[in-house]
Protein backbone atom coordinates (compact mmCIF):
# COMPACT_ATOMS: atom_id res chain seq x y z
CA UNK A 1 0.00 0.00 0.00
CA UNK A 2 1.51 3.07 -0.26
CA UNK A 3 3.35 2.67 -3.59
CA UNK A 4 3.88 5.03 -6.61
CA UNK A 5 5.53 3.04 -9.57
CA UNK A 6 8.12 4.75 -12.09
CA UNK A 7 6.14 6.53 -14.47
CA UNK A 8 7.75 6.36 -18.23
CA UNK A 9 7.84 9.55 -20.46
CA UNK A 10 5.41 10.27 -22.27
CA UNK A 11 4.11 13.19 -24.77
CA UNK A 12 0.19 12.18 -24.29
CA UNK A 13 -1.97 14.58 -22.37
CA UNK A 14 -1.98 13.26 -18.27
CA UNK A 15 -4.51 13.82 -16.21
CA UNK A 16 -5.61 12.20 -12.88
CA UNK A 17 -8.80 10.70 -11.14
CA UNK A 18 -9.54 9.51 -7.90
CA UNK A 19 -11.37 6.85 -7.03
CA UNK A 20 -11.67 4.04 -4.24
CA UNK A 21 -12.03 0.20 -4.19
CA UNK A 22 -12.92 -2.24 -1.13
CA UNK A 23 -9.83 -3.65 0.63
CA UNK A 24 -9.61 -6.55 -1.71
CA UNK A 25 -9.17 -4.38 -4.66
CA UNK A 26 -13.05 -5.09 -6.02
CA UNK A 27 -15.27 -2.24 -6.89
CA UNK A 28 -18.59 -2.23 -7.94
CA UNK A 29 -19.91 -4.86 -10.59
CA UNK A 30 -16.76 -6.91 -9.38
CA UNK A 31 -14.34 -5.44 -11.23
CA UNK A 32 -10.69 -6.11 -9.45
CA UNK A 33 -8.52 -3.06 -9.41
CA UNK A 34 -4.58 -3.71 -9.31
CA UNK A 35 -2.79 -1.59 -6.53
CA UNK A 36 -0.03 -0.60 -9.33
CA UNK A 37 0.50 -0.30 -13.09
CA UNK A 38 -2.24 -0.31 -16.13
CA UNK A 39 -5.87 -1.78 -16.36
CA UNK A 40 -8.28 -1.61 -19.10
CA UNK A 41 -12.20 -2.04 -19.41
CA UNK A 42 -13.50 -5.16 -21.13
CA UNK A 43 -16.08 -4.12 -21.71
CA UNK A 44 -15.94 -0.45 -22.93
CA UNK A 45 -18.80 1.53 -24.51
CA UNK A 46 -18.28 5.41 -25.23
CA UNK A 47 -21.67 6.17 -24.47
CA UNK A 48 -22.29 8.93 -21.49
CA UNK A 49 -24.06 6.23 -19.61
CA UNK A 50 -22.57 4.46 -15.85
CA UNK A 51 -21.21 1.23 -16.29
CA UNK A 52 -18.87 -0.14 -19.33
CA UNK A 53 -15.66 1.88 -18.30
CA UNK A 54 -13.20 2.96 -15.80
CA UNK A 55 -15.11 5.69 -13.54
CA UNK A 56 -13.58 8.21 -10.99
CA UNK A 57 -13.34 11.64 -10.21
CA UNK A 58 -11.87 14.05 -12.41
CA UNK A 59 -8.55 15.77 -10.55
CA UNK A 60 -10.80 14.51 -7.25
CA UNK A 61 -13.35 16.84 -7.80
CA UNK A 62 -17.18 15.43 -8.26
CA UNK A 63 -19.92 13.74 -6.47
CA UNK A 64 -18.31 12.36 -2.67
CA UNK A 65 -21.31 9.77 -2.56
CA UNK A 66 -19.28 7.57 -4.64
CA UNK A 67 -16.59 7.10 -2.41
CA UNK A 68 -16.11 4.10 -0.41
CA UNK A 69 -15.65 6.10 2.81
CA UNK A 70 -15.06 2.52 4.77
CA UNK A 71 -11.98 2.71 6.83
CA UNK A 72 -10.25 -0.41 5.41
CA UNK A 73 -11.06 1.37 1.75
CA UNK A 74 -8.50 1.51 -0.46
CA UNK A 75 -7.76 4.88 -2.18
CA UNK A 76 -6.89 4.86 -5.80
CA UNK A 77 -4.69 7.74 -7.93
CA UNK A 78 -4.69 6.67 -11.92
CA UNK A 79 -3.78 8.31 -14.54
CA UNK A 80 -5.59 8.86 -17.83
CA UNK A 81 -5.67 10.61 -20.70
CA UNK A 82 -8.15 13.02 -20.56
CA UNK A 83 -9.08 12.79 -24.04
CA UNK A 84 -11.00 9.64 -23.42
CA UNK A 85 -12.90 10.34 -20.80
CA UNK A 86 -16.57 10.66 -20.85
CA UNK A 87 -17.97 12.88 -18.27
CA UNK A 88 -21.01 11.64 -16.37
CA UNK A 89 -22.26 14.69 -13.89
CA UNK A 90 -20.26 14.06 -11.17
CA UNK A 91 -17.42 11.24 -12.03
CA UNK A 92 -15.98 10.68 -15.59
CA UNK A 93 -15.55 7.08 -17.02
CA UNK A 94 -12.25 5.79 -19.33
CA UNK A 95 -11.52 2.99 -21.24
CA UNK A 96 -7.21 2.77 -20.11
CA UNK A 97 -5.65 4.58 -17.06
CA UNK A 98 -2.60 3.56 -15.36
CA UNK A 99 -2.82 3.17 -11.40
CA UNK A 100 0.00 5.38 -10.08
CA UNK A 101 -0.82 5.50 -5.84
CA UNK A 102 -2.83 2.58 -3.75
CA UNK A 103 -3.29 3.77 -0.31
CA UNK A 104 -5.47 5.51 2.50
CA UNK A 105 -7.63 8.62 2.12
CA UNK A 106 -5.10 11.49 3.02
CA UNK A 107 -2.38 9.38 1.16
CA UNK A 108 -4.31 8.95 -2.27
CA UNK A 109 -5.43 12.89 -2.08
CA UNK A 110 -2.33 14.43 -1.01
CA UNK A 111 -0.66 12.41 -4.32
CA UNK A 112 -3.35 14.09 -6.27
CA UNK A 113 -2.99 17.36 -5.22
CA UNK A 114 1.22 16.88 -5.99
CA UNK A 115 0.46 15.53 -9.10
CA UNK A 116 -1.71 18.86 -9.93
CA UNK A 117 -4.83 19.49 -8.28
CA UNK A 118 -5.94 22.23 -7.54
CA UNK A 119 -9.61 22.16 -6.90
CA UNK A 120 -12.26 20.72 -4.07
CA UNK A 121 -10.87 17.29 -3.69
CA UNK A 122 -13.00 14.74 -2.07
CA UNK A 123 -11.49 13.70 1.23
CA UNK A 124 -9.09 16.23 0.99
CA UNK A 125 -7.33 19.06 3.03
CA UNK A 126 -6.96 22.47 2.35
CA UNK A 127 -4.66 25.15 4.14
CA UNK A 128 -4.66 28.89 2.83
CA UNK A 129 -2.48 31.31 4.90
CA UNK A 130 -3.07 35.20 5.60
CA UNK A 131 -6.54 36.35 4.21
CA UNK A 132 -5.86 32.74 2.14
CA UNK A 133 -9.27 30.86 0.72
CA UNK A 134 -9.46 26.89 1.38
CA UNK A 135 -11.75 24.75 -0.41
CA UNK A 136 -11.99 20.60 -0.02
CA UNK A 137 -14.34 18.53 -1.29
CA UNK A 138 -17.03 16.10 0.44
CA UNK A 139 -15.44 13.91 3.15
CA UNK A 140 -11.85 16.75 3.24
CA UNK A 141 -11.14 19.91 5.45
CA UNK A 142 -10.72 23.04 4.74
CA UNK A 143 -8.47 25.36 7.45
CA UNK A 144 -7.72 29.28 6.59
CA UNK A 145 -5.92 31.53 7.90
CA UNK A 146 -6.45 35.51 9.63
CA UNK A 147 -9.40 36.65 7.55
CA UNK A 148 -9.31 34.05 5.26
CA UNK A 149 -12.29 31.33 4.09
CA UNK A 150 -12.74 27.88 4.37
CA UNK A 151 -15.29 25.63 2.50
CA UNK A 152 -15.50 21.87 2.81
CA UNK A 153 -18.32 19.40 1.01
CA UNK A 154 -20.18 16.54 2.57
CA UNK A 155 -19.28 15.18 6.23
CA UNK A 156 -15.79 17.87 5.88
CA UNK A 157 -14.68 20.14 8.43
CA UNK A 158 -14.17 23.93 7.71
CA UNK A 159 -12.28 26.32 10.07
CA UNK A 160 -11.65 30.06 9.51
CA UNK A 161 -9.39 32.35 11.19
CA UNK A 162 -10.16 36.08 12.88
CA UNK A 163 -12.78 37.75 10.32
CA UNK A 164 -12.93 34.30 8.10
CA UNK A 165 -16.12 32.41 6.82
CA UNK A 166 -16.57 29.19 7.60
CA UNK A 167 -18.97 26.34 5.28
CA UNK A 168 -18.99 22.74 5.59
CA UNK A 169 -21.76 20.29 3.96
CA UNK A 170 -24.32 17.90 5.70
CA UNK A 171 -22.34 16.05 8.47
CA UNK A 172 -19.69 19.16 8.32
CA UNK A 173 -18.59 20.67 11.18
CA UNK A 174 -17.51 24.71 10.91
CA UNK A 175 -15.79 26.97 13.05
CA UNK A 176 -15.19 30.65 12.83
CA UNK A 177 -13.18 33.26 14.35
CA UNK A 178 -13.23 36.17 15.59
CA UNK A 179 -16.09 38.45 13.70
CA UNK A 180 -16.48 35.55 11.56
CA UNK A 181 -19.29 33.22 10.07
CA UNK A 182 -19.95 29.89 10.41
CA UNK A 183 -22.45 27.78 8.23
CA UNK A 184 -22.60 24.24 9.34
CA UNK A 185 -25.52 21.55 7.21
CA UNK A 186 -27.61 19.16 8.47
CA UNK A 187 -26.75 17.41 11.73
CA UNK A 188 -23.71 19.64 11.81
CA UNK A 189 -22.05 21.74 14.46
CA UNK A 190 -21.05 25.73 13.75
CA UNK A 191 -19.43 27.83 16.03
CA UNK A 192 -18.74 31.61 15.31
CA UNK A 193 -16.41 33.52 17.52
CA UNK A 194 -17.00 37.04 19.06
CA UNK A 195 -19.64 38.95 17.25
CA UNK A 196 -19.91 35.54 15.00
CA UNK A 197 -23.40 34.21 13.26
CA UNK A 198 -23.23 30.72 13.48
CA UNK A 199 -26.56 28.90 11.49
CA UNK A 200 -26.54 24.78 11.69
CA UNK A 201 -29.19 22.87 10.39
CA UNK A 202 -31.72 19.86 11.04
CA UNK A 203 -30.27 18.52 13.89
CA UNK A 204 -27.48 20.81 14.42
CA UNK A 205 -26.18 23.09 17.23
CA UNK A 206 -24.95 26.26 16.79
CA UNK A 207 -22.93 28.07 18.94
CA UNK A 208 -21.90 32.10 18.68
CA UNK A 209 -20.30 34.62 21.12
CA UNK A 210 -20.52 37.37 22.71
CA UNK A 211 -23.78 39.71 20.78
CA UNK A 212 -23.35 36.61 17.93
CA UNK A 213 -26.46 35.15 16.78
CA UNK A 214 -26.87 31.51 16.17
CA UNK A 215 -29.55 29.44 14.34
CA UNK A 216 -29.91 25.58 14.58
CA UNK A 217 -32.54 23.65 12.93
CA UNK A 218 -35.33 21.29 14.35
CA UNK A 219 -34.20 19.84 17.43
CA UNK A 220 -31.09 21.93 17.38
CA UNK A 221 -29.30 23.52 20.47
CA UNK A 222 -28.54 27.34 19.69
CA UNK A 223 -26.32 28.94 22.20
CA UNK A 224 -25.45 32.88 21.22
CA UNK A 225 -23.51 35.41 24.12
CA UNK A 226 -24.48 38.11 25.63
CA UNK A 227 -26.67 40.64 23.80
CA UNK A 228 -26.87 37.72 21.31
CA UNK A 229 -29.95 36.07 19.24
CA UNK A 230 -30.59 32.40 19.64
CA UNK A 231 -32.90 30.55 17.23
CA UNK A 232 -33.86 26.86 17.53
CA UNK A 233 -36.36 24.76 15.65
CA UNK A 234 -39.07 22.53 16.47
CA UNK A 235 -38.44 20.91 19.85
CA UNK A 236 -35.35 22.77 20.26
CA UNK A 237 -33.27 24.53 23.28
CA UNK A 238 -32.47 28.01 22.42
CA UNK A 239 -30.02 29.81 25.36
CA UNK A 240 -29.27 33.96 24.82
CA UNK A 241 -27.27 35.85 26.96
CA UNK A 242 -27.46 39.23 28.89
CA UNK A 243 -29.75 41.27 27.04
CA UNK A 244 -30.59 38.41 24.62
CA UNK A 245 -33.70 37.26 22.42
CA UNK A 246 -34.39 33.70 22.08
CA UNK A 247 -37.30 31.97 19.99
CA UNK A 248 -37.74 28.37 19.80
CA UNK A 249 -40.11 25.91 18.00
CA UNK A 250 -43.44 23.45 18.75
CA UNK A 251 -42.07 21.87 22.25
CA UNK A 252 -38.91 23.73 22.11
CA UNK A 253 -37.91 25.85 25.60
CA UNK A 254 -35.67 29.04 26.42
CA UNK A 255 -32.98 29.85 28.10
CA UNK A 256 -32.19 33.67 28.85
CA UNK A 257 -29.24 34.95 31.24
CA UNK A 258 -30.27 38.44 33.05
CA UNK A 259 -28.96 40.53 35.64
CA UNK A 260 -31.09 41.32 38.68
CA UNK A 261 -28.42 44.52 39.53
CA UNK A 262 -26.38 41.68 41.74
CA UNK A 263 -25.84 38.51 40.06
CA UNK A 264 -26.53 37.04 36.89
CA UNK A 265 -29.56 35.01 36.61
CA UNK A 266 -31.32 32.64 34.18
CA UNK A 267 -35.08 32.27 32.69
CA UNK A 268 -36.36 29.39 31.60
CA UNK A 269 -39.55 28.86 29.62
CA UNK A 270 -41.17 26.11 27.56
CA UNK A 271 -43.28 26.48 24.78
CA UNK A 272 -46.77 25.85 25.42
CA UNK A 273 -46.57 26.55 29.08
CA UNK A 274 -46.55 30.40 29.02
CA UNK A 275 -44.80 31.28 25.95
CA UNK A 276 -45.07 30.65 22.15
CA UNK A 277 -43.70 29.08 19.40
CA UNK A 278 -41.82 31.17 16.90
CA UNK A 279 -42.00 34.37 18.93
CA UNK A 280 -38.93 36.26 20.16
CA UNK A 281 -39.02 36.42 23.70
CA UNK A 282 -36.44 38.96 26.12
CA UNK A 283 -36.12 39.12 30.17
CA UNK A 284 -37.94 42.37 31.77
CA UNK A 285 -35.64 43.89 34.84
CA UNK A 286 -37.06 41.00 37.01
CA UNK A 287 -36.40 38.36 35.19
CA UNK A 288 -40.14 37.63 33.30
CA UNK A 289 -40.23 36.35 29.63
CA UNK A 290 -41.56 39.04 27.47
CA UNK A 291 -42.27 39.47 24.26
CA UNK A 292 -39.62 41.64 22.36
CA UNK A 293 -41.39 44.67 20.53
CA UNK A 294 -39.69 45.56 17.41
CA UNK A 295 -39.04 49.23 19.25
CA UNK A 296 -37.08 46.55 21.83
CA UNK A 297 -33.86 46.62 19.44
CA UNK A 298 -31.31 43.35 19.93
Known amino acids: MGSKPRKKPTTAPVAYMLRTCSADGTSYGGFTWPESGPVEAPDWDPSPQCGHGLHGLLWGEGDGRLIDWSEDARWLVV ?18 AVVVYCGDRLGATADICERGAAG ?13 TATAGDGGTATAGYRGTAKAGDRGTATAGDGGTA ?15 ATAGDRGTATAGYHGTATAGYYGTATAGDRGTATAGDRGTATAGDGGTATAGDGGTATAGDRGTATAGTRGELHI ?23 AYRCDDRGNLVKRELTDGI
Open 120 to 132: AVVGGTATAGYRG
Open 167 to 181: TAGYYGTATAGYYGT
Open 79 to 96: EIDPRTAVDLCGKIKVPR
Open 257 to 279: RWHDGTRYRLAVGYVGEGIEAGV
